[in-house]
């Protein structure tokens, strides 16, 4: 606890430096954000390296920088987690900094583009390159402390269970995977065949169009739906929709940080599968091969009693249940 102590005020300190700065040194810079490289012309390492400098990006690496240190050195619980998000939701969704390109565009179109011959932008490169780079330093650094679609989700799913029809429900893996898998197929089958994706033609599946302000019906049926449904179940568009999701659920094999198991300390008492809202927790314990997806919302580690969980290097046979 005396490393916690220690830590959490040099962090806030830096923290509060970095903000306050940022702004400043992105106004001398002019602000730039890569709009002006479009159209898919002239992008490489160089031009992706300036864009991952706009203000966005650096608030958006921040914002995960920040989730990393907070699940390494403290324990996050639930009231925490739910403030923690309402931050993300108010800076990247409210206040539209994450803004054009969307994170679902950013998986999409690069497909779109290859499969039909087209030009990815600099933008949407940029993004992806951003969300891949985060998911590969800690699992779903992104999903977990950057995506205000996901922090949305994640504060609805905070009403009480003692709220009429407030029941929550782990949705079987196999079958939420299954779901978003065979969406992102058919997407793809759409690209190459006519031309278009599932997700973002008229916005069907793209609640991003929220962060823009159009109101429009379909995007109001949408978010709706995925509201409704996420009082019930955790991040319902994320275990059974985004390709994003996707996408950060396969990175997350590679990630470096990741939620690990001490065998040693672990008393099988279950009461972290019990609080953790994340269907993850269960598969982490007992040594599963194929996980579904951890949000890094640190729920998890602050209510095992053992400190058996913890958010370190993943290290080959980590996680192994012995016999």
Same mark, same amino acid.
């Given at each position: 606890?005396?490393?916690?102590?220690? #830590?959490?005020?040099?962090?806030?300190?830096?923290?509060?430096?970095?903000?306050?700065?940022?702004?400043?040194?992105?106004?001398?810079?002019?602000?730039?954000?890569?709009?002006?490289?479009?159209?898919?012309?002239?992008?490489?390492?160089?031009?992706?390296?300036?864009?991952?400098?706009?203000?966005?990006?650096?608030?958006?690496?921040?914002?995960?920088?920040?989730?990393?240190?907070?699940?390494?050195?403290?324990?996050?619980?639930?009231?925490?987690?739910?403030?923690?998000?309402?931050?993300?939701?108010?800076?990247?969704?409210?206040?539209?900094?994450?803004?054009?390109?969307?994170?679902?565009?950013?998986?999409?179109?690069?497909?779109?583009?290859?499969?039909?011959?087209?030009?990815?932008?600099?933008?949407?490169?940029?993004?992806?390159?951003?969300?891949?780079?985060?998911?590969?330093?800690?699992?779903?650094?992104?999903?977990?402390?950057?995506?205000?679609?996901?922090?949305?989700?994640?504060?609805?799913?905070?009403?009480?269970?003692?709220?009429?029809?407030?029941?929550?429900?782990?949705?079987?893996?196999?079958?939420?995977?299954?779901?978003?898998?065979?969406?992102?197929?058919?997407?793809?089958?759409?690209?190459?065949?006519?031309?278009?994706?599932? #997700?973002? #033609?008229?916005?069907?599946?793209?609640?991003?169009?929220?962060?823009?302000?159009?109101?429009?019906?379909?995007?109001?049926?949408?978010?709706?739906?995925?509201?409704?449904?996420?009082?019930?179940?955790?991040?319902?568009?994320?275990?059974?929709?985004?390709?994003?999701?996707?996408?950060?659920?396969?990175?997350? #094999?590679?990630?470096?940080?990741?939620?690990?198991?001490?065998?040693?300390?672990?008393?099988?008492?279950?009461?972290?599968?019990?609080?953790?809202?994340?269907?993850?927790?269960?598969?982490?314990?007992?040594?599963?091969?194929?996980?579904?997806?951890?949000?890094?919302?640190?729920?998890?580690?602050?209510?095992?009693?053992?400190?058996?969980?913890?958010?370190?290097?993943?290290?080959?046979?980590?996680?192994?249940?012995?016999?």
């Amino acid at each position: 606890m005396k490393r916690n102590t220690i #830590y959490l005020p040099v962090f806030c300190i830096v923290l509060s430096m970095i903000l306050i700065c940022v702004p400043v040194m992105a106004e001398g810079r002019g602000g730039g954000d890569g709009s002006g490289m479009g159209g898919g012309r002239n992008i490489d390492i160089a031009s992706i390296s300036a864009g991952l400098l706009s203000l966005k990006f650096i608030l958006g690496g921040i914002s995960a920088l920040a989730g990393l240190i907070l699940l390494r050195t403290t324990k996050i619980n639930r009231n925490i987690r739910t403030l923690l998000m309402c931050v993300v939701f108010v800076l990247f969704g409210v206040l539209v900094i994450m803004r054009q390109p969307s994170p679902l565009e950013a998986v999409v179109d690069p497909i779109t583009a290859l499969a039909t011959g087209g030009t990815i932008t600099l933008k949407k490169a940029t993004m992806l390159v951003f969300i891949g780079g985060l998911s590969v330093i800690g699992a779903k650094l992104f999903c977990g402390w950057v995506c205000p679609f996901g922090a949305l989700q994640e504060i609805i799913n905070r009403i009480p269970e003692q709220a009429p029809f407030g029941k929550k429900i782990k949705l079987p893996f196999k079958i939420s995977n299954g779901i978003r898998i065979s969406i992102f197929i058919i997407s793809l089958v759409m690209v190459i065949t006519i031309g278009i994706d599932i #997700y973002t #033609y008229q916005g069907i599946l793209n609640p991003f169009e929220l962060f823009d302000w159009h109101f429009e019906l379909v995007l109001a049926v949408l978010v709706g739906a995925v509201a409704i449904a996420s009082v019930f179940v955790y991040r319902p568009f994320c275990h059974l929709v985004c390709p994003v999701g996707l996408l950060t659920w396969l990175l997350e #094999y590679l990630s470096i940080f990741r939620v690990r198991l001490n065998q040693g300390r672990c008393n099988d008492c279950k009461r972290c599968i019990r609080e953790s809202p994340c269907p993850s927790v269960k598969a982490i314990v007992d040594g599963d091969k194929l996980r579904p997806d951890c949000f890094a919302c640190g729920v998890c580690i602050d209510a095992c009693p053992t400190n058996a969980l913890a958010f370190e290097i993943w290290k080959p046979g980590a996680n192994k249940k012995s016999d």
